[in-house]
């Protein structure tokens, strides 16, 4: 199998500043292809609410980013996003297109969460988080979805969880949110597959990234234990079925490979990659 296998093809990856989508959008580069990166960076950190967990890279790591991108030889866009804007995603869209003149890969990675009882959890946290996880996978697909068909070439996929199949105590938001982006993954895998264009979800368990370990620091906090971030995160590791965390290129490598020619007749398919954890 040829390493630049997706020469010629042009990407987006939403969350492509850090963790799992920076892995991602690497790998794509790796492989030859045209990468656009968005992320809500810190100077944007204004627009998150207080309790919620989302991870803002510093604005330098999309500078950072694209020089490791264009490396490999390929163009990059890399500029800051937010999803639950539709001005943001229509104006990153935009340049893109005017780069690179297409997308053929859309990888929706951005996301994030919230740690709340579902008795008192307030309405701005909910909407938050299902404009993030859902509403924002929604917007990137329907601008990039047409252009696909029409081209006979495309393929997305979205960054669901194992969250997405198993329900998780004072995790309501998180886990309707990602259940809801299987169901428009099989819509639009379904709508695209007479056209050439395949759209999965891959459902990743634990891993070591930016978002995931503030995600422990707010745990820690909200359970009032007292314990380090290392020893709290030590004793979830050894609770799993490989005693580790997943390292984002592990599950870049399978978004990567989903994107390949011969991996057109996997569509509408929700993938755990999660060291046989089922959370």
Not at 47 to 57: C, E, G, R, S
Not at 235 to 257: H, N, Y
């Amino acid at each position: 199998m040829t390493e630049r296998y997706l020469a010629g093809r042009s990407a987006w990856v939403t969350g492509g500043a850090s963790g799992m989508g920076r892995a991602t959008a690497l790998r794509l580069a790796k492989a030859g292809a045209d990468v656009a990166i968005g992320s809500l960076v810190q100077s944007q950190r204004h627009v998150a609410l207080p309790d919620q967990n989302v991870h803002t890279p510093g604005d330098a790591a999309l500078h950072e980013t694209r020089t490791e991108i264009e490396a490999f030889g390929v163009k990059c866009v890399a500029l800051p996003l937010d999803v639950c804007s539709p001005q943001s995603v229509n104006s990153f869209f935009d340049a893109a297109m005017t780069r690179f003149g297409k997308i053929d890969i859309l990888i929706n990675a951005a996301g994030s969460s919230a740690r709340k009882l579902i008795e008192d959890h307030p309405d701005d946290i909910w909407h938050r988080i299902v404009d993030t996880n859902l509403n924002g996978a929604y917007r990137t697909i329907r601008l990039c979805f047409p252009g696909m068909v029409e081209r006979a070439w495309g393929r997305i996929v979205n960054f669901g969880s194992t969250a997405a199949n198993v329900g998780y105590e004072r995790h309501s938001a998180y886990c309707a949110s990602k259940s809801g982006l299987l169901g428009l993954t099989r819509c639009v895998a379904l709508e695209g597959a007479a056209f050439g264009v395949s759209c999965n979800a891959v459902n990743p368990g634990f891993v070591a990234t930016g978002s995931n370990y503030s995600a422990s620091q707010q745990e820690i906090a909200i359970a009032g234990l007292d314990i380090s971030v290392e020893d709290y995160r030590a004793k979830i590791a050894e609770g799993l079925p490989q005693k580790r965390f997943l390292d984002p290129d592990e599950v870049a490598a399978l978004v990567a490979f989903l994107c390949r020619e011969e991996a057109f007749g996997i569509s509408a398919e929700s993938i755990n990659i999660a060291m046989g954890s089922q959370w």
